[in-house]
Antibody, heavy 118, light 110 residues
Framework: QVQLVESGGGVVQPGGSLRLSCAAS????????MHWVRQAPGKGLEWLAF????????YYADSVRGRFTTSRDDSKNILFLQLNSLRVEDTAVYFC???????????WGRGTLVTVSS | QSALTQPASVSGSPGQSITISCTGT?????????VSWYQQHPGKAPKLIIY???KWPSGISDRFSGSKSGNTASLTISGLQAEDEAHYYC??????????FGGGTKLTVL
């Protein structure tokens, strides 16, 4: 079954860190570029990061550049997003998605909720 | 990085057609044909319904169609059905090697 499953969300205090995981199955993960997208409660989608299947290049939105880092473990078919220096405004559901080879996002996971609160 | 501009809401009756606009700049929509559209039902993950301005992923109904003129892309849904009620988001690749979503449009089927 072709799917992406995010995990690692939870409640964290402002200034804290969290690492999200995105487990891929049912397709050849090693040749797929990947994205991270988030959605704050009741708000729209915000693109966060892109990672090429070779590991480089990686691109980030201005809002998270320098605080968030994406990486991947192709031996385990897992994509990661390291979230540092978290702010209240980072509270959102975080989705991973595959790049559809046309600069679109063609397969999405169901997301994991990150809540930043004191 | 400002979001692409979409109307907050649109509505239509079953069987009718509606169009959702998505306005960007010469740094995104106006510079590339890498415009995609996503449908999101409440509590669900987004679903790709149009890529490269006007192409359909496998399994997507041809009631959904896309177009682009200058810095504005559009999504048209014909023969509206109750299950089309959802939020719709446009997205474009940009000259900064980033991607940008629109603010989203809530479609209500009356």
């Amino acid at each position: 079954q072709v799917q992406l499953v995010e995990s690692g969300g939870g409640v964290v205090q402002p200034g804290g860190s969290l690492r999200l995981s995105c487990a891929a199955s049912g397709f050849t993960f090693t040749i797929r570029n990947m994205h991270w997208v988030r959605q704050a409660p009741g708000k729209g989608l915000e693109w966060l990061a892109f990672m090429h299947h070779d590991g480089s290049p990686r691109y980030y939105a201005d809002s998270v550049r320098g605080r968030f880092t994406t990486s991947r473990d192709d031996s385990k078919n897992i994509l990661f997003l390291q979230l540092n220096s978290l702010r209240v405004e980072d509270t959102a559901v975080y989705f991973c998605a595959t790049d559809g080879l046309h600069w679109d996002l063609d397969l999405w996971g169901r997301g994991t909720l990150v809540t930043v609160s004191s | 990085q400002s979001a692409l501009t979409q109307p907050a809401s649109v509505s239509g009756s079953p069987g009718q057609s509606i169009t959702i606009s998505c306005t960007g700049t010469s740094s995104d929509i106006g510079n590339y044909n890498y415009v995609s559209w996503y449908q999101q039902h409440p509590g669900k993950a987004p679903k790709l319904i149009i890529y490269e301005v006007n192409k359909w992923p496998s399994g997507i109904s041809d009631r959904f169609s896309g177009s682009k003129s200058g810095n504005t892309a559009s999504l048209t849904i014909s023969g509206l059905q109750a299950e089309d009620e959802a939020h719709y988001y446009c997205n474009s690749y940009t000259t900064s090697s980033t991607w940008m979503f629109g603010g989203g449009t809530k479609l209500t089927v009356l």
